[in-house]
């Protein structure tokens, strides 16, 4: 039987009381709890107290504001995946959600809670990263803002600090964007064994804007960023896609693992960048001309 | 250290003092009794304990009994209603959608919730639903053939007496 070790739980009423109770040392946010609380079974993490934030409904939102995607960070998957705003600019979201584990976690796992965890293998990751959002995070003097793409320094360690709380996350909305995710697994509802997210801004034909990321391949921050420069002016046509689908593979660092030796990831890489950016660049055509 | 806990499950108030450690999923079987969420993998893969935390299925081992203070819990004994089966139960009965019975209970809950939102739902969409929860007999077809058979019947049930 594996139960967490002692902890002390404290309910949040309101940001500024959830703030308050972060700043004490050794205390974890607690919102879906599906990768906290295993990791608390095996003592992989031990807090000293939980603060749970499932109350502060001024964090579940999703909206469009002006030129902004903006996603409370209590947003639930399955929110994500209904949101209709969220799907017509950002059909890459659609895509991510529908393969994060399960319907049933889904339901109740955030969107939050995915980005703080900073698992390498964690698919809203790569898909933000491609998007280049930000993260809004609130802070006992206010508030501050980091690019998605620093906001992880490493594996299950993010920028967030002690008294500090991720608020929510902005997407940059961008005329004539489209945007897809690819992702294999085992099976349905497992992790990645690799994946592949594209954002594509075109303008006559031209990338006038370039985003890739990759989940679980040792990309650093998420995000393929040579094959992005290769992209950045060029035609998007498949030899195009294909170089810069090479460029990716060859690029991340994966780690030879229970899901695969790394030359297979490699190949995944190449394979599942390619037709990312093919879908995204049909949808961003499909945007522009509708 | 305890803390002072109350919730309504299947209807029916409980307060318990409890430790903040506690999972739901124990708290349900080991201190109110009911037994008929099981528990399973311990780590949000199989379903097993599936119950609802308000109108929505949850994966109770994952979830510490505080976090559903105050809130409505309903296990797969509160789908029975008045002492007559749900229809998804009745399906499970009449397609064998049980061999062993240990998936069951979390089966049962999430097929309640996916014919509240799709009354009529394909093989496709049933098979999406319950992806999220293992059945190690493989008894999967027959998990599927019992919610058609409760969602072919679900009208029926609703409109009897």
Redesign the interface.
């Known amino acids: 039987m594996q139960v967490p070790a002692h902890v002390e739980y404290e309910r949040a009423v309101s940001v500024e009381h959830a703030l308050s109770l972060l700043g004490r040392p050794e205390t974890r946010v607690v919102a879906g709890g599906h990768s906290l609380i295993p990791m608390m079974k095996l003592r992989l993490a031990q807090p000293e107290l939980l603060v749970d934030i499932n109350g502060l409904a001024e964090l579940a939102f999703i909206a469009k504001d002006g030129d902004q995607l903006r996603i409370g960070a209590l947003a639930r998957h399955a929110d994500l995946l209904d949101s209709k705003v969220a799907g017509q600019h950002f059909p890459i979201f659609h895509d991510a959600e529908r393969v994060v584990a399960d319907p049933i976690v889904r339901l109740w796992g955030t969107v939050g809670g995915s980005l703080c965890q900073a698992d390498p293998s964690e698919d809203l990751s790569a898909a933000f990263a491609a998007a280049r959002a930000t993260a809004v995070i609130k802070t006992p003097d206010g508030e501050r803002t980091v690019p998605v793409r620093e906001f992880h320094l490493g594996p299950y360690e993010t920028v967030v600090g002690r008294g500090e709380l991720l608020a929510e996350v902005r997407v940059p909305i961008r005329p004539g964007t489209g945007s897809a995710y690819e992702k294999v697994s085992r099976r349905v509802g497992d992790w990645s064994i690799a994946a592949a997210g594209a954002v594509l801004q075109l303008q006559d034909g031209i990338m006038k804007q370039a985003g890739i990321g990759l989940t679980a391949v040792g990309a650093e921050h998420f995000v393929a960023a040579e094959a992005e420069d290769y992209l950045r002016g060029r035609a998007a046509d498949h030899d195009t896609f294909t170089r810069a689908a090479d460029i990716a593979a060859e690029h991340c660092h994966p780690a030879a693992d229970q899901r695969g030796p790394e030359d297979y990831k490699r190949h995944l890489v190449a394979e599942l960048t390619l037709r990312a950016l093919h879908r995204a660049a049909k949808r961003a055509t499909a945007e522009s001309t509708a | 250290?305890t803390?002072r806990i109350a919730m309504t499950v299947n209807g029916t108030e409980y307060a318990r003092d409890v430790?903040?450690?506690?999972?739901l999923i124990?708290f349900l079987r080991d201190e109110l009794g009911l037994t008929g969420s099981h528990w399973g993998c311990?780590?949000?893969?199989c379903?097993s304990c599936?119950v609802w935390?308000d109108a929505?299925?949850?994966?109770s081992c994952?979830?510490?009994a505080?976090?559903a203070?105050g809130h409505a819990v309903r296990t797969v004994e509160g789908l029975e209603q008045d002492g007559k089966l749900d229809p998804v139960q009745q399906g499970f009965i009449e397609c064998h959608g049980l061999q062993c019975g240990f998936c069951t209970p979390g089966m049962m809950m999430?097929a309640r919730w996916l014919l509240d939102h799709h009354p009529d739902p394909d093989e496709a969409q049933i098979r999406?639903?319950i992806?999220?929860?293992i059945c190690r007999c493989t008894g999967y077809e027959n998990i599927v053939r019992s919610i058609r058979w409760a969602a072919e019947h679900n009208a029926e049930h609703k409109e009897q007496p």
């Open positions: 250290m803390i430790e903040p450690r506690l999972l124990h311990d780590t949000s893969n379903g599936v935390l929505k299925p949850v994966k994952t979830l510490l505080a976090m203070d999430t999406e639903a992806s999220g929860q």
